[in-house]
């Protein structure tokens, strides 16, 4: 710590209260050291106060935290045949943020969103502020100038909680949506779909609950936007793995959004639901069954959102283990954001680079500490593939202290999958 620190004194200036960044190429050789402390440092305080310096000093080098609102606003007036690659960076967050600026740099394209959702939050124990600093400490690193979208996925509120105790529930989100703003999460997507009642008798009143709920936390949220800044929100009507969204449902949700929020800016997008289910179905043998997406309601409900409602489209999740043939068919549809985080975590644990060993000891905790989640039925196999997930945040320095020779080439991988 003193020796990375001590060091910053070479690249970085404090001048009436303001942070410059004098020797840039100092900073970037130092990056590497100054992020793991400020990920792994003993004080939280300390890995606070890092964190933040990380932020700041990206912003002097041009990386800048920023909302796509703007963006957005103009793809729902004139779609641009486009669709924005949300990725949720669940393990080797700093090393894989690396391999993402490298890669736009290397093809010029853009715009790009680094998420995370609430329950990835939790079990990759990566608080906004952390994963913030990682992302912008790849930006430095790679020498990435211009807006970075950091974006808060399935702000979910939890049917199951809710039941038990509405407000505790709600004030837990509005905790959650006020760490996330701090630590320049300028993109929130909130889902209270968890809350659609379809035992009520018309398609409005089953949409109630969800867009009522919805309203409430947007305006939350606009309270809370700094100055120059306007958040991009998006809603949701369909809970994954669940029936296909239908028009009908797209236009009570928005119609009773539009009647129910108060504000200037609403809605910037719709996540529906398709056909898929996020991580993919996993066969007994753990092998992925072909998922199926109903590309014409896709179009359908992004064509109504973006002609009646002005915004820019409607989101597809759980889409990194499709087929690569179906990625052309999102801008052909009208899809305005696609998410992705499964298809990146299978190549960490696939990759033939990663250490068996270190595989074995993962998984070997992840059957011993989550045995209450094997389902009857399910294979070994499907087991793990459920569930590895949460093998990052138990394991986060022992991923982090892999050596470059295991994590250069499982990068390369990435960047492969990437374009």
Same mark, same amino acid.
């Given at each position: 710590?003193?020796?990375?620190t001590? *060091?910053?004194?070479?690249?970085?200036?404090?001048?009436?209260?303001?942070?410059?960044?004098?020797?840039a190429?100092?900073?970037?050789?130092?990056?590497d050291?100054?992020?793991?402390?400020?990920?792994?440092?003993?004080?939280?305080?300390?890995?606070? *106060?890092?964190q933040?310096?990380?932020?700041? *000093?990206?912003?002097?080098?041009?990386?800048? !935290?920023?909302?796509?609102?703007?963006?957005?606003e103009?793809?729902?007036?004139?779609?641009?045949?486009?669709?924005? !690659?949300?990725?949720?960076?669940?393990?080797?967050?700093?090393?894989?943020?690396?391999?993402?600026?490298?890669?736009?740099?290397?093809?010029?394209?853009?715009?790009?969103?680094?998420?995370?959702?609430?329950?990835e939050? =939790?079990?990759?124990?990566?608080?906004?502020?952390?994963?913030?600093?990682?992302?912008?400490?790849?930006?430095?690193?790679?020498?990435?100038? =211009? !807006?970075?979208?950091?974006?808060?996925?399935?702000?979910?509120?939890?049917?199951?909680?809710?039941?038990?105790?509405?407000?505790?529930?709600?004030?837990?989100?509005? =905790?959650?949506?006020?760490?996330?703003?701090? *630590?320049?999460?300028?993109?929130?997507?909130?889902?209270?779909?968890?809350?659609?009642?379809?035992?009520?008798?018309?398609?409005?009143?089953?949409?109630?609950?969800?867009?009522?709920?919805?309203?409430?936390?947007?305006?939350?949220?606009?309270?809370?936007?700094?100055?120059?800044?306007?958040?991009?929100?998006?809603?949701?009507?369909?809970?994954?793995?669940?029936?296909?969204?239908?028009?009908?449902?797209?236009?009570?949700?928005l119609?009773?959004?539009?009647?129910?929020?108060?504000?200037?800016?609403?809605?910037?997008?719709?996540?529906?639901?398709?056909?898929?289910?996020?991580?993919?179905?996993?066969?007994?043998?753990?092998?992925?069954?072909?998922?199926k997406?109903?590309?014409?309601?896709?179009?359908?409900l992004?064509?109504?959102?973006?002609?009646?409602? =002005?915004?820019?489209?409607?989101?597809?999740?759980?889409?990194?283990t499709?087929?690569?043939?179906?990625?052309?068919?999102?801008?052909?549809?009208?899809?305005?954001?696609?998410?992705?985080?499964?298809?990146?975590?299978?190549?960490?644990?696939?990759?033939?680079?990663?250490?068996?060993?270190?595989?074995?000891?993962?998984?070997?905790?992840?059957?011993?500490?989550?045995?209450?989640?094997?389902?009857?039925?399910?294979?070994?196999?499907?087991?793990?593939?459920?569930?590895?997930?949460?093998?990052?945040?138990?394991?986060?320095?022992?991923?982090?202290d892999?050596?470059?020779?295991?994590?250069e080439?499982?990068?390369?991988?990435?960047?492969?999958?990437?374009?």
């Open positions: 710590m003193t020796g990375v001590s *060091a910053l004194r070479n690249c970085l200036v404090l001048s009436n209260g303001k942070l410059e960044v004098k020797n190429d100092a900073l970037k050789g130092l990056v050291g100054l992020i793991y402390e400020a990920v792994f440092n003993a004080d939280a305080e300390k890995r606070k *106060a890092l933040r310096l990380i932020i700041e *000093a990206a912003k002097k080098m041009s990386a800048v !935290p920023s909302s796509i609102q703007s963006f957005y103009e793809m729902g007036r004139n779609y641009p045949g486009l669709t924005v !690659p949300a990725m949720n960076l669940r393990g080797l967050t700093y090393d894989v943020a690396r391999a993402v600026f490298r890669k736009v740099k290397e093809m010029r394209v853009g715009p790009f969103i680094f998420e995370i959702a609430r329950s939050i =939790g079990y990759t124990i990566q608080r906004p502020l952390e994963y913030t600093a990682t992302i912008m400490a790849a930006a430095i690193k790679e020498g990435y100038h =211009g !807006p970075v979208f950091i974006q808060g996925d399935h702000f979910q509120v939890v049917r199951r909680k809710y039941i038990e105790n509405s407000q505790a529930e709600i004030d837990y989100l509005h =905790g959650l949506i006020k760490e996330a703003i701090d *630590a320049e999460f300028y993109n929130i997507d909130i889902d209270t779909s968890t809350l659609v009642d379809l035992e009520r008798q018309t398609t409005k009143e089953q949409q109630k609950p969800n867009f009522e709920l919805t309203a409430a936390f947007a305006s939350y949220i606009r309270g809370l936007e700094p100055e120059g800044v306007d958040i991009s929100i998006g809603g949701e009507i369909g809970e994954i793995g669940g029936k296909n969204s239908t028009p009908e449902e797209l236009r009570a949700y119609d009773g959004f539009r009647e129910t929020f108060k504000g200037k800016k609403g809605l910037s997008k719709l996540s529906v639901q398709t056909g898929t289910t996020h991580g993919g179905v996993v066969l007994p043998d753990g092998s992925l069954a072909k998922v997406i109903d590309f014409d309601t896709l179009k359908t992004s064509d109504i959102s973006r002609g009646e409602y =002005g915004l820019s489209g409607c989101v597809q999740h759980g889409a990194s499709l087929p690569e043939e179906a990625f052309n068919m999102f801008p052909e549809t009208g899809t305005s954001e696609v998410h992705l985080a499964t298809g990146f975590q299978n190549i960490l644990y696939d990759s033939k680079h990663l250490p068996g060993e270190f595989r074995d000891e993962v998984y070997a905790f992840i059957k011993q500490e989550y045995a209450k989640e094997w389902k009857e039925g399910q294979t070994e196999e499907q087991f793990i593939y459920s569930t590895r997930k949460k093998g990052f945040g138990a394991f986060k320095k022992k991923w982090w892999l050596p470059l020779s295991v994590k080439p499982i990068m390369k991988e990435l960047e492969t999958k990437f374009g």
